[in-house]
């Protein structure tokens, strides 16, 4: 008999090996070839990459710093994902006393009479009563790694949050500077159609100009006020969503100009496989996976025996006759072993739900590592290509300068018409509000990659 008890005990401990396995990263994710060639871009594993930078070297404009700071004390989604951490810092703690014995205290008292007598007997305990579950197949133990992973996700969330808000005051705070000098570009240009308009204005009084030609330019300068209109009513609406962002009710927001901010000479990104612990939302992912394996784990122990040892020790009163009344210590200790048997499908379900869950969670986890390298591909791309606009509009710009100087002349002398001089200032005004959109777009496709490379996330 002995023998037989301890061969089934053999076999438990050696099918509950798996219980006991801390969680691993799987070994098949998509990490070559996560990076496309990009010429812009330099790859180095020991340097510093983009996303080593703290934001306050990545901006060195201290007025975007300040509201930087400002953002992160007062966003309410950082604020949120602060007390996110601080819930799970006391689930953990909760989950690592869980191996401890419980102790409750449980006073009990009774007033009773016999035969109707007029003295009552007063009767009274004092019990202490313990309880202890000892972990025999991993059941608190993976609870405990679970709630640490838990830990770690929310962890990783709180960093997300912190990155994702750091690029969004960042963003808009460029958006505001380029639309700053798009406003700027239209109010000179407004300036300049309006003088063109009283001149031309002069000169039909004395029968140098047209009717048509001056009702065109009356026109297409309510089209240059419409448009600088527009670009107004897009400044107020971009600095109310920065005040939002910030925590802050809407208002005024002091800020530099586009010109006067810095880029890095350099974008190194550095190998595929450093996002797996440097972009949050990727190590968010796989603690939701080692969240799940333990859940695994959880449910196949669930299959094994618990054992609970209990007690009792306290003062009581009631030990002999009632008349008497004497008082004395009780004692008691139980063991208890369950061992499920039958339990109508519900272990072998949860089994199956927990696996299902565990690879669900692998899949969203190379999901996501396949969706931080598309983010970062695009924006290293994205910053290529704005550079190469920017060259293109401004060397744009400087030829069409000539032209539009050119044909204003022209126009004074009656070399040319009035619709060539407005093309070439039409086109004038659109290529320089491209530079500054172009400029813009570089700033902003920097910090998307400093954001997908999990820079600002400490």
């Avoid at 009513?233 to 586009?258: D, I, P």
């Avoid at 901010?261 to 595929?272: M, R, S």
């Avoid at 986890?365 to 924006?379: F, H, I």
Wanted: glycine share 6%; net charge negative.
């Amino acid at each position: 008999m002995r023998k037989l008890i301890y061969a089934l005990l053999g076999v438990v401990l050696l099918t509950s090996c798996s219980i006991y396995r801390k969680y691993e990263r799987p070994e098949d994710l998509p990490l070559d070839g996560l990076y496309r060639d990009n010429d812009s871009t330099a790859v180095a594993e020991d340097s510093l990459t983009l996303g080593d930078l703290s934001w306050e070297e990545l901006f060195q404009d201290t007025l975007l710093q300040n509201l930087i700071r400002y953002g992160l004390d007062n966003n309410t989604d950082m604020q949120v994902a602060l007390l996110r951490v601080d819930q799970a810092q006391a689930q953990l703690k909760a989950a690592k006393l869980s191996f401890l014995p419980s102790l409750t205290f449980s006073p009990q008292g009774a007033l009773s009479s016999t035969d109707g007598g007029k003295t009552a007997v007063k009767t009274y305990e004092l019990p202490v009563q313990a309880s202890w579950e000892i972990d025999l197949f991993g059941n608190l133990l993976n609870a405990k790694r679970g709630t640490q992973a838990v830990l770690l996700q929310q962890e990783a969330y709180k960093r997300a949050v912190c990155s994702s808000l750091i690029a969004g005051i960042a963003n808009d705070y460029y958006t505001l500077l380029m639309l700053d000098e798009q406003i700027e570009i239209s109010s000179e240009a407004l300036a300049i159609w309006g003088e063109q308009v009283r001149l031309m204005e002069s000169m039909l009084r004395v029968g140098e100009e047209t009717e048509n030609a001056v009702t065109q330019a009356r026109a297409n300068l309510y089209a240059l006020e419409a448009t600088h209109n527009d670009l107004l009513r897009q400044q107020r609406e971009a600095e109310n969503a920065l005040c939002t962002l910030l925590g802050m009710t809407s208002q005024s927001v002091q800020r530099g100009s586009l010109s006067e901010q810095v880029l890095p000479e350099e974008l190194i990104t550095g190998v595929p496989v450093r996002l797996l612990s440097k972009r949050p939302d990727v190590v968010q992912a796989e603690m939701t996976l080692a969240e799940a394996y333990y859940a695994t784990n959880q449910a196949r122990s669930a299959f094994y025996p618990q054992l609970v040892l209990s007690g009792t020790a306290g003062w009581t009163n009631s030990l002999g006759e009632v008349v008497t009344n004497p008082g004395g210590w009780i004692l008691s200790a139980v063991a208890s072993l369950a061992q499920p048997i039958f339990n109508r499908g519900k272990l072998v379900a949860n089994l199956r739900v927990s696996k299902d869950e565990e690879e669900i969670a692998k899949l969203n986890y190379k999901q996501t590592l396949l969706n931080a390298g598309e983010e970062v591909n695009n924006a290293l791309y994205a910053s290529a290509s704005a550079q190469r606009n920017w060259e293109i509009h401004t060397k744009q710009c400087t030829e069409l300068e000539r032209t539009a100087e050119t044909s204003g002349s022209l126009y004074r002398t009656g070399n040319a018409t009035y619709l060539e001089m407005l093309t070439a200032q039409q086109s004038l005004l659109d290529a320089r509000l491209n530079v500054a959109s172009d400029r813009f777009t570089q700033l902003q496709s920097v910090v998307n990659l400093y954001s997908a490379l999990g820079g600002g996330s400490e």
